[in-house]
């Protein structure tokens, strides 16, 4: 059944690919004739000319966070598995890959230039400010959610092995390895700018190196074992100093080693997910069986259990998100040698993304249920574990599940400290600061700030108590798919001035645009009646119903400022192509 499933998925996604996505190509009539900004302003730091294999593996490392891997093992198991293939299969096809490819073809269009930029060149500046303003409280949702789950996977219950022999604690295995990683980082980033050694020589090197400290960290994992009542908050509080030195490092040091190792990791962890789906069940007949039943409820209970709208703001990534708009036009724009190269760079890489999220799926629908599950790093991490074994036998398993968990880990990292410098960019941008250290010390500090009281103040974990995480990840999903509708939006105004279709964005952008304020306003609702019951207090619920409110605001805001645009009471800008 799941290499039937694994199967079905790729086919879909491929003939989405060749099908829907070649007309959508069509209807931007790429033109490889006419000259790209990366072309038109190469100056070998922000705007280089880039082959489209690198490109497309640059970016897809960019964009395949932790998003993809805990949205869909939180939804399937609040509402069963099929709900979540049809909506990974066709929700990417149509509207997540559709988002991405349309932001990257617009900030071509439009010099490279950002999300913000085009929102202001087509909207105006009063809509320009609200949708800065929306993308720095998005950013903060991002770091909030991943920082929490992300510490719930560097804590775990140590065992002992061979008759107490040795003692292994999976979770200070995952922090041991994360932590070693990212020294490793900093040490390939050093060695590169001192010695500037070749590519294939840094390769050969620090790939095996990283495999390394996976082994180093299950051989060490006790040391990395916090002695405080709740090691889970001193670990969210820990990942967010790191964001903050992080953020204001060159990108030598850090930014671009890390996500060059990080790239290696997230393909031999879709190697070896694809390799699991295909020949677990050969080589472990049995264990690799669906367990999980297809469809559980309309209606998971609790405070956010609807499968509408629910389903799709917990998935997130996995088939939508508002963040890759944010990459589409920040970095990737700037590197597209030509049009063409937009169809596999945007269009492909969510495809891409799209698989991710089926894996990290089958990770949890094929465990037996047997007592409550654990956190969605947790259930990847064994579950990536268990694929992995399929190559190197059960024997390794506590190597391959710590190589699982580091996985997830590496892959927020990159989020965590990307969205942290967005948020720094933000704030520079929104309050005219000069990009001097000092300015971008207290940019990054406030946008710290608020994650920080989160976690600090979030309920420690405790069995039968709901994970403070899902309070945080329900309104990251919906602000982040809620941005992706907003992005729609504006290329709806822009090719709708360009007297272009605009059927192919406008459907998605309502769809999603409905879905998500829908779910923001019972988010909204379920806050300020917890304030009804128990009286004004910063809880996490209250906070997240004041959020609410605010993202509300700004979207009918700019709904409101883009339909003056359409009705044409906002000045035109300068000509730019949509086709």
């Not at 593996?57 to 099929?82: C, D, K, N, R, Y």
């Not at 932590?179 to 790939?207: A, C, E, Q």
């Not at 169809?343 to 089926?358: C, K, Q, R, S, W």
């Not at 309050?431 to 976690?455: D, E, H, M, N, Q």
Request: with cysteine.
């Amino acid at each position: 059944m799941l290499p039937l499933l694994a199967l079905g998925v790729i086919v879909v996604l491929t003939v989405g690919y060749f099908s829907y996505g070649r007309l959508i190509a069509r209807n931007y009539a790429l033109d490889d004739s006419a000259e790209t900004p990366a072309v038109r302003r190469a100056d070998g730091e922000d705007f280089v000319p880039t082959k489209p294999f690198y490109l497309l593996g640059q970016h897809f490392s960019a964009i395949a966070a932790a998003g993809p891997i805990a949205g869909p093992i939180l939804a399937a198991q609040m509402f069963g598995w099929v709900p979540c293939v049809l909506w990974i299969g066709f929700g990417v096809i149509f509207i997540g890959a559709v988002h991405d490819f349309s932001a990257l073809v617009a900030s071509v269009r439009h010099e490279g230039e950002s999300v913000a930029e085009i929102v202001r060149r087509q909207l105006g500046r009063r809509a320009w400010l609200l949708i800065l303003t929306f993308i720095w409280l998005a950013l903060i949702y991002v770091i909030v959610a991943f920082a929490d789950i992300t510490a719930s996977t560097f804590v775990g219950k140590t065992e002992e092995f061979e008759g107490g022999k040795y003692s292994f604690n999976p979770g200070g295995a995952v922090a041991a390895a994360s932590t070693m990683y990212l020294g490793l980082s900093i040490l390939m980033g050093l060695i590169d700018r001192r010695f500037k050694p070749p590519l294939w020589l840094t390769t050969i090197i620090f790939v095996p190196a990283t495999l390394g400290v996976v082994w180093l960290g299950t051989k060490i994992s006790t040391s990395f074992v916090l002695p405080f009542e709740n090691p889970q908050r001193a670990w969210g509080l820990g990942i967010l100093v790191y964001c903050f030195i992080a953020s204001l490092l060159p990108v030598w040091l850090l930014l671009q080693p890390r996500g060059y190792l990080g790239g290696f990791v997230l393909y031999l962890a879709l190697a070896v997910g694809t390799i699991g789906l295909f020949f677990g069940g050969l080589r472990y007949p049995g264990e690799f069986d669906i367990r999980m039943p297809a469809f559980k409820t309309f209606d998971a209970g609790g405070p956010f259990g609807g499968l509408f709208p629910f389903l799709f703001v917990t998935i997130a990534c996995g088939a939508c998100s508002g963040f890759h708009g944010l990459v589409c036009s920040g970095t990737t724009s700037k590197q597209i040698a030509k049009e063409s190269h937009t169809h596999p760079v945007g269009y492909g890489a969510m495809l891409l993304e799209a698989f991710v999220a089926i894996i990290a799926l089958t990770t949890v629908i094929t465990l037996a249920p047997e007592g409550k599950l654990p956190g969605p790093g947790k259930i990847y991490g064994d579950g990536v574990g268990r694929f992995m074994t399929v190559i190197l036998g059960k024997e390794h398993f506590l190597f391959a599940a710590t190589f699982g968990a580091m996985a997830f880990s590496t892959f927020v990292f990159d989020t965590l400290d990307v969205s942290t410098r967005l948020g720094r960019y933000v704030l520079e941008e929104l309050f005219g600061w000069s990009k001097k250290r000092k300015a971008g010390a207290i940019a990054t500090a406030l946008t710290l700030v608020p994650p920080a009281y989160f976690v600090a103040t979030a309920r420690p974990p405790a069995p039968g108590v709901r994970p403070a995480y899902l309070d945080f990840w329900t309104l990251f999903g919906t602000s982040n798919q809620l941005l992706a509708a907003l992005t729609l939006l504006a290329v709806t105004v822009w090719l709708h001035r360009e007297k272009r279709r605009v059927w192919y964005t406008a459907v998605p952008m309502v769809f999603v645009m409905t879905v998500t304020l829908w779910a923001l306003i019972a988010q909204i609702r379920h806050a300020f009646g917890a304030i009804r019951e128990g009286g004004f207090s910063f809880n996490t619920a209250t906070m997240n119903g004041v959020v609410g409110v605010l993202l509300v605001g700004l979207a009918i805001a700019l709904l409101v400022e883009s339909s003056r645009a359409l009705l044409g009471r906002t000045p035109a800008p300068a000509e730019t192509r949509a086709g």
